[in-house]
């Protein structure tokens, strides 16, 4: 038997069956080394998803290895009720690269608990209770975080929370009536007002959303948009949350995070993923005024958050994204990958819209261009293909029909040719399939 089919068969018998594993055949992993990881049977992958966007600058990264090394001979844990030298350094190497303001840092362990924290600090902020999140959208596995979470196939049994309500998502591919941009995003504002006035007390805590929606599909919220609902929410007392889990730290190109494509500063800002190079680290950003608003409101630790090694793989993760891997060359690499994405797109009419920004490209598959019906079958079976071409990406969308694809951001152009030959295949044998 080999090593894979044993893990396999100990995977489902020792670990809850509701796991989601890509595959029809699941991929046990062995170890890595830079834009490359190798199963357990030896066969190697060019990684073009990066962990879900985590292994932000490569698989065993030698200066990260080396600080968590030098961390672990000092002191593994303490939990937050004392300072620590190296969660200290590492918020003050955070806020070189966040927005001007946006420098004081809670830290926990997932990005769920940087979305529900982000709410709760809100709320405590504001003196209010409601929220407004966006369909499509995504914010965690937690209960409250499920109920942020705007996709019903991500919510393990009904909505949990009353105070949490979900505008309609600029999804401008799927705009109501083949709308333009202009006129559809106006619609999403209009709708936006309408759901405050309608299903809210008009006295809002905050809104959250991602730049792009990361397990919706890479959907990218257009700069109008995001401008718009800001100004509505703050008229209606409420903060604006900016979710960059999976677009910070560069990965959108040009900028360190997401929605400064967008001109708009948020209150406060949630990050995760590719914070320590896929150590668990989380952060939420926020002004000194609205984090000293929960002072005295209620005792808070973290038992996990702000890990010493954690906190120290983020350090070194920072430094390697500020010398060698930081926004511009990720928009130059992103642009070589979007460009021959465009490409494929040309040749192969499955592919209905190429969307993302820098190394966080979508792809959304589709059975015909013109109705657009999605084509999740099609997307599987891409997943499928590239794995024998010995290349990983991701899938997502509220259809499951949109490829993910967002390498580590030390992907070079030799990588990105690698992958887009690898994906010109998998392409072509989708095609002959009978759907």
């Not at 694809?405 to 690698?418: G, M, N, S």
């Not at 992958?419 to 989708?430: G, I, M, R």
Request: proline content about 4%; some cysteine.
């Amino acid at each position: 038997m080999k090593q894979s089919e044993l893990l396999n068969q100990k995977q489902k018998e020792h670990l809850w069956p509701n796991h989601l594993l890509y595959y029809s055949n699941p991929l046990p992993l062995d170890r890595g080394e830079d834009m490359y990881v190798w199963d357990v049977d030896g066969k190697k992958y060019l990684d073009f998803f990066a962990g879900i966007l985590t292994t932000s600058v490569g698989h065993n990264n030698k200066r990260v290895n080396e600080r968590i090394q030098e961390q672990l001979g000092k002191l593994i844990h303490s939990s937050t009720l004392y300072p620590n030298a190296v969660h200290i350094e590492f918020a003050e190497k955070l806020g070189q690269i966040t927005p001007e303001g946006l420098d004081t840092f809670y830290f926990g362990a997932s990005g769920t608990d940087a979305d529900e924290t982000a709410v709760l600090l809100a709320q405590v902020y504001t003196g209010n209770t409601e929220v407004i999140a966006l369909r499509h959208g995504y914010s965690g596995k937690s209960q409250f975080a499920m109920s942020l979470t705007g996709q019903g196939v991500w919510r393990m049994g009904p909505p949990h929370v009353g105070y949490v309500r979900h505008a309609m998502t600029p999804y401008t591919y799927r705009a109501l009536g083949n709308m333009d941009e202009d006129t559809f995003v106006q619609a999403c504002l209009d709708d936006l007002q309408d759901v405050i006035a309608t299903m809210t007390s008009g006295k809002l805590a905050c809104m959250i959303m991602e730049p792009i929606q990361g397990v919706g599909g890479f959907i990218t919220l257009p700069p109008k948009y995001m401008q718009g609902a800001a100004e509505i929410i703050r008229a209606h007392g409420g903060l604006i949350i900016i979710d960059e889990v999976q677009t910070g730290f560069g990965r959108t190109g040009t900028h360190w995070w997401g929605h400064q494509h967008c001109g708009i500063t948020p209150d406060i800002m949630t990050m995760a993923k590719g914070i320590a190079n896929g150590m668990p680290l989380s952060a939420v950003a926020t002004t000194k005024e609205i984090a000293q608003s929960a002072v005295g409101k209620g005792l808070t630790i973290s038992t996990f958050g702000g890990n010493p090694l954690a906190c120290a793989a983020g350090v070194a993760t920072i430094e390697e994204m500020m010398e060698s891997y930081g926004p511009d060359r990720c928009a130059e690499i992103g642009a070589m990958l979007e460009s021959g994405l465009k490409k494929l797109a040309e040749k192969y009419p499955i592919i209905g819209q190429i969307r993302g920004r820098g190394l966080m490209q979508g792809v959304e598959l589709v059975i015909d261009r013109e109705t657009k019906e999605p084509a999740a079958q099609l997307a599987n079976g891409m997943l499928e293909e590239s794995r024998k071409t010995g290349l990983l990406i991701g899938k997502g969308g509220m259809h499951g029909n949109t490829l993910r694809i967002a390498p580590p951001l030390i992907a070079t152009k030799e990588h990105v040719e690698e992958a887009l030959e690898k994906l010109d295949y998998a392409f072509s044998q989708v095609m002959e399939m009978d759907f």
